[in-house]
């Protein structure tokens, strides 16, 4: 053969283990001379024209005088040159399957890929019967169904093998594997900002900023105030009340109904209802307003039968009470032209009109008037929820309001439990008070209470309709912290 006859591929025919095979020179191979060139020719149109298939028929070995001569024919592929596809009208010859057909036809295997029975590959270490190799490699049990049999620990066949590499999955970044990627994306955190910093501030120089293009931060306070509103908006599963106490008369009791009213209502959308349980002239109905009617307790105690056997929700019930529409929420008022003896409610009128309370709305903050002994206070306490106790700092309501919380603590079960968990919001009662004398008595009530609230002096508060929106913003701001304290009870 002529050396312009020599095909790319027959440089890399020799394998590894057979560098000692020195090829004949090129004088060796001229007494076939051009019989074996016209062979080789024909067998080579032949595999062109039919792609090779296991079993075929390959030319004998001894009709070549070198084994550098069937490079034509079946040209080796080394590592990682394997074509993707094939090209068009090219022969499919697989080495493993040329080698077996050649041995199946009882062809020699060439000298570089004929390995003695028995005997381990080059650079492999002998293996026993049990698959237990030999000193210096690691032991290995036979294989089994189960067994990865690309593993590097496997015997060599002599054979090249192609190396394809493994595409990455879509969102897989390249060099890693999936479950790598799987654990990268749940150890990292959310690109998503929290609520509070994804809304801009809206109050105060940094609100000012904010509405003019700057890009800043709520203050610390404005984050606490959203907090709050959040726990006083959540929606409550089931009708709950609230029982504003303190058996001294002008201890703040029934501003503190109604502020604690006006921020829910302001803030959830729960319907509320203020009710005064006072039945000595209680002064609820003088400092909200007024509806178009004049309907109080004792109306809705008598119209309560048939109000019952309507569906919640139902507009009947604003013919008995009084909506503030600025603060969003109803009155139930008292009548004060009347004498207690009049409007009296018993344990058992009590309920019914709690239960019709409860059919319209869904929070009811309950007045409760001064008579700790009326069975009206009493079957108040055993409805009750949430117990918030209110007081000044006045000495002798704050010390009213002590031994309230401690006689219920006394009684044990479920009077003990509302003690526990009562909120106590203290209110400062003139304009100069003290503020050591505030934190004295807050701080005297943290050791009987859940909760302790203080709030500032309001002139808004000292008489007349009182109005959320009319108090001083440190003000609101005390009493939306006083009602998210309350929200954590009921919810």
């Known amino acids: 053969m002529s050396e312009g006859a020599t095909q790319p591929g027959s440089q890399g025919a020799t394998q590894p283990g057979s560098q000692g095979a020195e090829p004949r020179s090129q004088g060796a191979a001229q007494p076939h001379g051009q019989g074996i060139q016209a062979r080789g020719q024909a067998a080579q149109a032949t595999l062109q024209a039919e792609p090779a298939r296991p079993g075929a028929m390959l030319p004998e070995r001894d ?13 080796v592929v080394g590592p990682l040159d394997l074509p993707a596809d094939p090209l068009p009208g090219a022969p499919v010859v697989e080495p493993d399957a040329a080698l077996a057909s050649a041995e199946n036809e009882g062809l020699a295997v060439p ?53 394809i590499p493994t595409e990455p999955a879509p969102d897989q970044e390249p060099g890693t594997t ?36 700057f890009s800043v931060e709520p203050s610390a306070e404005e984050k606490e105030e959203r907090q709050w509103r959040r726990a006083i908006g959540q929606r409550l599963s089931a009708p709950r009340t609230v029982s504003v106490v303190n058996g001294k008369g002008g ?82 008022r008292t009548d004060p032209t009347l004498l207690a003896s009049e409007q009296n409610l018993t344990a058992a009128d009590f309920d019914i009109v709690h239960a019709a309370a ?19 206070w009493l079957r108040m306490i055993d409805h009750t929820d949430q117990l918030v106790v209110a007081s000044t700092t006045v000495e002798e309501h704050a010390e009213a309001a002590a031994l309230l919380l401690e006689a219920l603590a006394n009684r044990g ?29 807050a701080s005297g009530f943290r050791r009987l209470a859940r ?5 500032p002096f309001d002139p808004a508060l000292v008489k007349g309709r009182i109005r959320y929106q009319a108090l001083r913003p440190a003000t609101r701001r005390a009493w939306l912290e006083a009602a998210a304290a309350v929200a954590d009870g009921i919810s």
């Open 63 to 75: 009709e070549f005088d070198d084994v550098a001569e069937l490079a034509p024919l079946f040209p």
């Open 111 to 163: 000298v570089d890929q004929e390995t003695p029975q028995g005997a381990p590959a080059p650079g492999v270490p002998a293996q026993g019967p049990s698959g237990e190799r030999a000193a210096g490699g690691q032991a290995r049990g036979p294989e089994t169904a189960g067994d990865d049999v690309t593993s590097t620990d496997a015997p060599s066949t002599g054979t090249p093998t192609a190396n």
């Open 358 to 376: 409860s059919k319209f709305f869904q929070l009811s903050i309950v007045d409760s008037g001064n008579d700790e002994s009326a069975e009206r």
């Open 251 to 332: 201890a703040n009791k029934t501003p503190t109904a109604v502020l604690l009213a006006a921020v829910f209502g302001r803030n959830s959308g729960d319907p509320v209802l203020a009710w005064d349980n006072n039945g000595t002239r209680g002064t609820l109905g003088w400092r909200t307003v007024q509806a178009s009617h004049n309907a109080h307790v004792m109306d809705l105690l008598h119209a309560a039968p048939d109000l019952m056997g309507t569906t919640a929700g139902d507009p009947a019930i604003n013919a008995y009470v009084h909506y503030q529409p600025e603060d969003r929420y109803s009155v139930l």
């Open 178 to 213: 999936g479950a790598e990627t799987a654990d990268a994306a749940a150890g990292r955190g959310t690109f998503l900002r929290p609520e509070d910093e994804a809304l801009p501030p809206t109050r105060g120089m940094r609100g000012f900023l904010s509405r003019i293009g």
């Open 413 to 441: 079960g479920r009077y003990a439990e509302l003690a526990r968990n009562a909120v106590v919001i203290v209110s400062q009662h003139q304009q100069n008070g003290n503020k050591d004398q505030l934190a004295r008595i």
């Open 451 to 455: 909760a302790v609230v203080t709030v």
